[in-house]
Each structure stands twice: as structure tokens, then as C-alpha cells.
């Protein structure tokens, strides 16, 4: 009997300290990024729309264990979601070794981007979801759009990204460096033409380190042309005034955001 007890106390000692040490991993070497507040989460994804649109949307919220679900159904065509693997994630050829829990990227689609451009956030949730290692989810996101499996916007349309944060890749096409800012924009559907075709800007190096010392991108006339093919997009940077008066709308949604990770904060201008 003592033997028996022995063995049944040694094996619960030896699972509790496995166990023990499965949750002191670090965050980087598991597929689970931490929910949002519901109402805070689906407060930002909002904070994407312009006023007109945010009551008539269908939200987005991510559930960590399966991906995004809709949270509350619209009627205008309009849909919004917070992605926590934003579709940055997959230019460029730098290696996607962990996923991230910081990044935050409020992002909206009329319906045209609903049923093409949305379904790589959509994808990339699930399959991060059911564990999928970032570097095949990264592998296997760039050869479908190498197979055509994510189609171009069937029509021209518009995806508002007006939120007063985000968190996300700082030059995407060449490193993994992130970066908080606040650029509230508008990005109109470009599928498959190149900044010298619509003579767009190109972010210089000069731009990229106003980024990242001030968090934004400097105003600028002239329209920038975002991940060339057939997800391409065309992004109009709002005015000084227009994005002062957006932060100021959502400043206690700042602070909360804020006070959740210290990432979140915006920088000091």
C-alpha cells in the first residue's frame, strides 16, 4: 500500500511540475494572443468606421481558441475587426518566428474587401487558432497569393482605417520591427498596378524614421501605394486636424488600451 501511494505521490509531483513549466513559457513559443475586453475590443474595431457607418457594421471579435466570430451582425455592407496577426505579417521575405501579442490593427472593409481582402485576417486567425507554426501560417498565406487563391476586390471600394492606434510592422516589406502609431487613413482598393502607374508616393527612408520617432507619418498630399498585387491599396493619411479630433473622441479608449500593455500607448509627441 505505501509503495502504491508512493508511486501515485511521485507522479502527481512530477505532473504538477510539468505542468508548472508549461505555464511559465514564454508568450512567443504559443499560437495564443490574450483577449480584449468584448466591449473595449469591439469599441476599436469600430473606431475604424467613420460615424456614419459604425451602427449599420457587422464586428468582428477574435476568440482565441477559434478565430474571429461575428459579435454583432450589420446592414450596410460594412465589416470590422481588431487583428491581432494583421496581414502585414506576411510581406517580406524576414523570418515570422513567433507570434506576437501586441499587435493591434483595426482594420475595415466595405463589401468588396469583405469577400476578398478580409478572408486573409479571417484565415490567418483560425489557422493561428488551431496552432498552426508562425512560419508555415507566413509560408502558407504568401503561396496562396502566389496561386491566385485570394482574388482581387471584384469592384473598385475602400477600406477606412481611422482608428486612432495601431500597432503593427514598421517597414514590413524588409523587417520584423514594430512600431505604435497614430495614422488615421483611408485606403482605396488598387489590385495590381504600381506606384508609377497611379504616380504614388514612395515611403522613403526619411519617412520611416519620422515614424519612428514621432509615431506617425508625416502629412503628406499625395496618396502611398500599400502592398503591391492583388490586395494592393491606395492610403490617404487624414489631415492634422482630422486625426487630433479623432484621438481626442477616443481618448478613455486610449487610456484603457494603454493601461492593458504598455505597447499600447501612444508615443509622446
Excluded at 119 to 134: C, H, S, W, Y
Excluded at 185 to 207: I, Q, R
Excluded at 238 to 254: D, V
Amino acid at each position: 500500500m505505501r509503495s502504491t501511494q508512493a508511486i501515485v505521490l511521485t507522479m502527481g509531483l512530477l505532473f504538477s511540475v510539468a505542468a508548472s513549466a508549461q505555464n511559465k513559457q514564454p508568450a512567443g513559443n504559443t499560437h495564443r494572443v490574450d483577449s480584449l475586453p468584448r466591449d473595449l475590443e469591439v469599441q476599436l474595431a469600430l473606431s475604424a468606421l467613420p460615424p456614419h457607418l459604425r451602427d449599420g457594421a457587422t464586428v468582428y471579435v477574435l476568440t482565441p481558441d477559434k478565430g474571429f466570430e461575428v459579435a454583432r451582425k450589420g446592414t450596410n455592407g460594412f465589416h470590422t475587426l481588431v487583428a491581432r496577426t494583421g496581414d502585414d505579417t506576411f510581406r517580406g521575405k524576414w523570418p515570422f518566428s513567433k507570434y506576437r501579442d501586441d499587435i493591434l490593427y483595426p482594420v475595415s472593409f466595405d463589401q468588396a474587401g469583405a469577400e476578398a481582402n478580409m478572408k486573409v485576417f479571417l484565415d490567418a486567425a483560425e489557422m493561428q487558432a488551431k496552432g498552426t507554426p508562425p512560419q508555415e501560417l507566413k509560408r502558407l498565406i504568401q503561396e496562396r497569393f502566389k496561386t491566385n487563391y485570394y482574388k482581387a476586390p471584384a469592384r473598385p471600394g475602400i477600406s477606412y482605417m481611422l482608428a486612432p492606434i495601431q500597432r503593427t510592422y514598421a517597414d514590413p516589406d524588409n523587417s520584423g520591427d514594430v512600431e505604435t502609431i497614430n495614422f488615421p487613413h483611408v485606403m482605396t482598393y488598387a489590385s495590381n498596378v504600381s506606384a508609377e502607374d497611379v504616380g504614388a508616393a514612395t515611403v522613403t527612408p526619411e519617412e520611416g524614421q519620422h515614424l519612428m520617432q514621432h509615431g506617425r507619418w508625416r502629412e503628406t498630399p499625395y496618396p502611398q501605394l500599400h502592398t503591391p498585387g492583388p490586395h494592393g491599396y491606395m492610403i490617404h493619411a487624414r489631415g492634422k486636424a482630422e486625426t487630433e479630433t479623432i484621438t481626442k473622441e477616443y481618448q478613455p479608449m486610449l487610456a484603457r488600451l494603454c493601461k492593458l500593455k504598455e505597447e499600447w500607448c501612444l508615443p509622446l509627441k
